[in-house]
């Protein structure tokens, strides 16, 4: 069983930062691209970010500039940090993993449960 679990989320004013964390737990033989989506009510799940083996990363237009992805693969972890956060930012975040279970098994993917973000003054 693999389980993914987000923490960081919260009420935070525009302008103000978050650090939302990811963590994967279970049997676990390789991970290979990570990443962040959200949804926002009413709306489509959308990719913020994304990093994979190597660091490459990707980002949403919206969030370039503001938003930065990384990972740390042997904790199996993965980070979004978010400055100058706005109102359209709110949104339920959801971590995603790419992972082989074991050696002869195919990769797929995992999500979290998602973390509440919301920006209000």
């Known amino acids: 069983q693999v389980q993914l679990v987000e923490s960081g989320g919260g009420l935070v004013q525009p302008g103000g930062s978050l650090l939302l964390s990811c963590t994967a737990s279970?049997?676990?033989?390789?991970?290979?691209?990570m990443g962040w989506y959200r949804q926002a009510p009413g709306k489509q799940r959308e990719v913020v970010a994304g990093?994979?083996?190597?660091?490459?990363?990707n980002y949403v237009d919206s969030v370039k500039g503001r938003f930065t992805i990384s990972s740390d693969n042997a904790k199996k972890e993965v980070y979004v940090q978010m400055n100058r956060l706005k109102p359209e930012d709110t949104a339920v975040y959801y971590c995603?993993?790419?992972?082989?279970?074991?050696?002869?098994?195919?990769?797929?993917?995992?999500w979290g449960q998602g973390t509440q973000v919301t920006v209000s003054s």
């Open positions: 279970g049997s676990i033989f390789s991970v290979n691209g």
């Open positions: 995603y993993m790419n992972i082989k279970r074991t050696y002869g098994s195919r990769w797929a993917n995992y």
């Open positions: 990093i994979i083996s190597g660091g490459r990363t």
